[in-house]
């Protein structure tokens, strides 16, 4: 084991979720999961939210620290300790640590012998739900409605803060034992029911790349988070709500530190009771080899169980089978039987799943495609013309203007390719925003009107999955939240978009059709457009001489690459980026608007990086819309 052993909040959270990865983790085996700082702060959007919790203390102080030796660690969390000793402070990720635990605060606020630790999060809290939930039913938005114990999507958030109390009244039982302080925890969070007075707040914000320590745990470790705006302004426009959440961390510090203690022991005793025994949840094991480290987790877990071809992890909604108390997966695996083909098929007697499950092992075994006897008739029936659509959002943590929500949606670009009749050529176009502007009626309008230019309101529009049904749904309701006066447009969406329960929508599902009537044996279990386009192109060889399909063939030893793994890499700055999936096309634009590429200051080298990383965003969504006309015109020739 690398020393120093401690066990940070990231450390406590993996090991809940499996001890052995805990174990892989501080071997520091690679993990697929793995993002630089400057990515992981640009992604998530808490950076945000931290500069602003800062920006509401001026008096801060932070305390810089490198936790690579046990000295480091001791010397870093005495310099909170000598802070704590003055009467009033303020301090930035302070060093908490105690008998191999270690965390660091967000805000620590010391008035007199009053502690105040300040959990710091992007995610949305509904302070109304949770007063209500106070008023009415003695209970919060913290607490399972049914047992009434701290529980629900907030529990883990609570139990960090619990593990941040636990030892920082450790430290101060033994550095500073003749002085007594109480501990107040809080979250500071965006509220749902607050708007900000500030128009284009993120536009003030912007982030760097720096070389930071490693070890040093800092939520803006490999970034620094600069605001331009008035400092005074934004102290005063209050859209993140302070609360009070003492009672329910005071109700799991003492399991907390417990269950932690349990950790640490493993780790230090090199404890073979830290491995936990394979099961369903394994699935989504982060630990594979990469390219640069052979070692792999999941495969050193599974033995030569990891071999198995058809592996009963690849079975569609395998966790389910049996019931989620008593699943049969688990039962199997114990039985070392990890074939999909080791399922008995009495046991598929889920209706919600079954008919999927029995489909994807009798058409694997036999190793051929299956379509329901209805696809046919489906894919006659469909109107002409067809506009493939597709769409790139992104919910921000800060309300993008004045008189907005945080997390409201954002939709920033489109493709649409448009097939006119069944063997025409796919018409291209796209829309995308690079504006520090609010884009959601512009990018409707510019969608609307493109759909129109084909001179009728028939047709059909296809999407895969709900995601563009769900963006043109808030955007009909942005509409009449902000005032936006376009009867047309309003008209058009309320006629396009599904608005509610009992609404129809013009869009067509093409994720739903696959799930009801399509597999191919190379899907397995997943029905997502990134699985169902490499199985498709890989096995049908007429598709790669289709004119307008050709730019994404490419063989590589042999083998037909994936078409998005074709899209090509540019070189921006320092860095060579590819768009290949919808989180990175989200993190491009988050780049633009906020990271190093964003429009100031305005240099011919900025202007080449905006352009490079706008072609990224384009070819990445063009090659979406064009990957549903490519199963489309696989459908139409099964069918025929």
Same mark, same amino acid.
């Given at each position: 084991?690398?020393?120093?052993?401690?066990?940070?909040?990231?450390?406590?959270?993996?090991?809940?979720?499996?001890?052995?990865?805990?174990?892989?983790?501080?071997?520091?085996?690679?993990?697929?999961?793995?993002?630089?700082?400057?990515?992981?702060?640009?992604?998530?959007?808490?950076?945000?939210?931290?500069?602003?919790?800062?920006?509401? #203390?001026?008096?801060?102080?932070?305390?810089? &620290?490198?936790?690579?030796?046990?000295?480091?660690?001791?010397?870093?969390?005495?310099?909170?300790?000598?802070?704590?000793?003055?009467?009033?402070?303020?301090?930035? /990720?302070?060093?908490?640590?105690?008998?191999?635990? =270690?965390?660091?605060?967000?805000?620590?606020?010391?008035?007199?012998?009053?502690?105040?630790?300040?959990?710091?999060?992007?995610?949305?809290?509904?302070?109304?739900?949770?007063?209500?939930?106070?008023?009415? @039913?003695?209970?919060?938005?913290?607490?399972?409605?049914?047992?009434?114990?701290?529980?629900?999507?907030?529990?883990?958030?609570?139990?960090?803060?619990?593990?941040?109390?636990?030892?920082?009244?450790?430290?101060?039982?033994?550095?500073?034992?003749?002085?007594?302080?109480?501990?107040?925890?809080? =979250? =500071? &969070?965006?509220?749902?029911?607050?708007?900000?007075?500030?128009?284009?707040?993120?536009?003030?914000?912007?982030?760097?790349?720096?070389?930071?320590?490693?070890?040093?745990?800092?939520?803006?470790?490999?970034?620094?988070?600069?605001?331009?705006?008035?400092?005074?302004?934004?102290?005063?426009?209050?859209?993140?709500?302070?609360?009070?959440?003492?009672?329910?961390?005071?109700?799991?510090? &003492?399991?907390?530190?417990?269950? &932690?203690?349990?950790?640490?022991?493993?780790?230090?005793?090199?404890?073979?009771?830290?491995?936990?025994?394979?099961?369903?949840?394994?699935?989504?094991?982060?630990?594979?080899?990469?390219?640069?480290?052979? @070692?792999?987790?999941?495969?050193?877990?599974?033995?030569?169980?990891?071999?198995?071809?058809?592996?009963?992890?690849?079975?569609?909604?395998?966790?389910?089978?049996?019931?989620?108390?008593?699943?049969?997966?688990?039962?199997?695996?114990?039985?070392?039987?990890?074939?999909?083909?080791?399922?008995?098929?009495?046991?598929?007697?889920?209706?919600?799943?079954?008919?999927?499950?029995?489909?994807?092992?009798? #058409?694997?075994?036999?190793?051929?495609?299956?379509?329901?006897?209805?696809?046919?008739?489906?894919?006659?029936?469909?109107?002409?013309?067809?506009?493939?659509?597709?769409?790139?959002?992104?919910?921000?943590?800060?309300?993008?203007?004045?008189?907005?929500?945080?997390?409201?949606?954002?939709?920033?670009?489109?493709?649409?390719?448009?097939?006119?009749?069944?063997?025409?050529?796919?018409?291209?176009?796209?829309?995308?925003?690079?504006?520090?502007?609010?884009?959601?009626?512009?990018?409707?309008?510019?969608?609307?009107?493109?759909?129109?230019?084909?001179?009728?309101?028939?047709?059909?529009?296809?999407?895969?999955?709900?995601?563009?049904?769900?963006?043109?749904?808030?955007?009909?309701?942005?509409?009449?939240?902000?005032?936006?006066?376009?009867?047309?447009?309003?008209?058009?969406?309320?006629?396009?978009?599904?608005?509610?329960?009992?609404?129809?929508?013009?869009?067509?599902?093409?994720?739903?059709?696959?799930?009801?009537?399509?597999?191919?044996?190379?899907?397995?279990?997943?029905?997502?457009?990134?699985?169902?386009?490499?199985?498709?192109?890989?096995?049908?060889?007429?598709?790669?001489?289709?004119?307008?399909?050709?730019?994404?063939?490419?063989?590589?030893?042999?083998?037909?690459?994936?078409?998005?793994?074709?899209?090509?890499?540019?070189?921006?700055? /320092?860095?060579?980026?590819?768009?290949?999936?919808?989180?990175?096309?989200?993190?491009?634009?988050?780049?633009?608007? #906020?990271?190093?590429?964003?429009?100031?200051?305005?240099?011919?080298?900025?202007?080449?990086?905006?352009?490079?990383?706008?072609?990224?965003?384009?070819?990445?969504?063009?090659?979406?819309?064009?990957?549903?006309?490519?199963?489309?015109?696989?459908?139409?020739?099964?069918?025929?």
């Amino acid at each position: 084991m690398p020393h120093p052993i401690y066990l940070t909040k990231s450390d406590l959270k993996t090991a809940r979720s499996c001890s052995t990865k805990l174990y892989y983790k501080k071997l520091g085996y690679p993990a697929g999961d793995r993002v630089d700082g400057y990515t992981r702060i640009l992604a998530d959007g808490n950076f945000i939210i931290h500069k602003i919790a800062h920006l509401f #203390y001026p008096e801060g102080i932070y305390i810089d &620290a490198h936790l690579n030796s046990e000295e480091s660690l001791i010397a870093s969390a005495q310099t909170t300790l000598n802070y704590l000793q003055q009467e009033n402070v303020v301090l930035f /990720e302070p060093v908490l640590y105690a008998d191999h635990k =270690l965390a660091r605060a967000d805000i620590l606020v010391k008035q007199g012998d009053r502690l105040e630790i300040i959990e710091v999060r992007s995610k949305l809290f509904d302070s109304k739900a949770h007063q209500d939930l106070i008023n009415y @039913r003695n209970s919060s938005l913290f607490r399972n409605k049914r047992t009434g114990k701290v529980g629900g999507e907030w529990r883990s958030i609570i139990e960090d803060v619990a593990y941040q109390v636990g030892i920082l009244q450790e430290m101060l039982n033994l550095h500073l034992p003749e002085q007594t302080f109480t501990i107040h925890p809080y =979250l =500071l &969070a965006p509220d749902r029911h607050k708007t900000t007075n500030i128009d284009h707040l993120a536009s003030y914000f912007q982030i760097q790349r720096t070389i930071n320590h490693r070890n040093s745990l800092s939520k803006f470790n490999g970034a620094i988070v600069n605001f331009t705006g008035d400092i005074q302004e934004i102290r005063n426009d209050q859209f993140l709500t302070k609360v009070d959440i003492d009672t329910e961390v005071q109700e799991l510090v &003492a399991g907390t530190i417990a269950e &932690a203690q349990k950790y640490i022991s493993y780790l230090m005793e090199q404890s073979p009771e830290i491995f936990a025994p394979i099961s369903k949840k394994c699935k989504g094991c982060e630990y594979r080899a990469s390219d640069r480290d052979d @070692r792999d987790g999941f495969r050193e877990c599974w033995g030569k169980l990891a071999d198995e071809e058809f592996h009963i992890l690849d079975l569609y909604q395998m966790g389910r089978i049996g019931g989620n108390d008593t699943p049969l997966v688990n039962e199997l695996i114990k039985q070392q039987k990890v074939s999909m083909f080791d399922v008995p098929l009495e046991e598929l007697n889920d209706y919600t799943y079954s008919y999927r499950q029995l489909i994807q092992i009798e #058409y694997t075994q036999k190793n051929h495609e299956w379509i329901s006897e209805h696809l046919p008739k489906i894919v006659k029936q469909i109107e002409y013309p067809l506009h493939f659509i597709d769409f790139e959002t992104s919910r921000m943590a800060i309300p993008y203007r004045a008189g907005m929500q945080p997390y409201e949606q954002v939709a920033f670009q489109w493709s649409c390719h448009t097939l006119t009749a069944p063997d025409a050529m796919p018409v291209q176009s796209q829309w995308l925003n690079l504006d520090h502007t609010f884009p959601n009626f512009q990018f409707a309008e510019s969608l609307m009107a493109h759909l129109e230019s084909f001179g009728t309101n028939d047709g059909t529009i296809m999407t895969w999955a709900t995601h563009e049904n769900s963006v043109l749904r808030d955007i009909y309701y942005q509409m009449q939240n902000y005032d936006y006066q376009n009867p047309q447009l309003q008209s058009w969406l309320a006629n396009t978009a599904k608005l509610g329960n009992r609404g129809r929508s013009r869009l067509v599902d093409m994720n739903d059709l696959t799930l009801k009537h399509y597999f191919h044996p190379l899907m397995k279990g997943r029905t997502s457009l990134k699985c169902v386009l490499p199985a498709i192109w890989k096995t049908n060889n007429y598709l790669h001489s289709i004119p307008w399909f050709q730019e994404y063939y490419q063989e590589v030893d042999g083998q037909i690459l994936n078409p998005y793994d074709v899209l090509p890499k540019l070189q921006i700055g /320092e860095y060579v980026h590819v768009v290949n999936e919808g989180a990175g096309a989200m993190l491009a634009y988050q780049d633009l608007m #906020y990271g190093e590429s964003r429009r100031s200051p305005q240099t011919l080298e900025n202007h080449s990086q905006r352009s490079q990383w706008q072609e990224l965003l384009y070819q990445y969504c063009r090659l979406d819309t064009m990957a549903m006309v490519i199963i489309w015109t696989h459908w139409r020739k099964l069918t025929a």
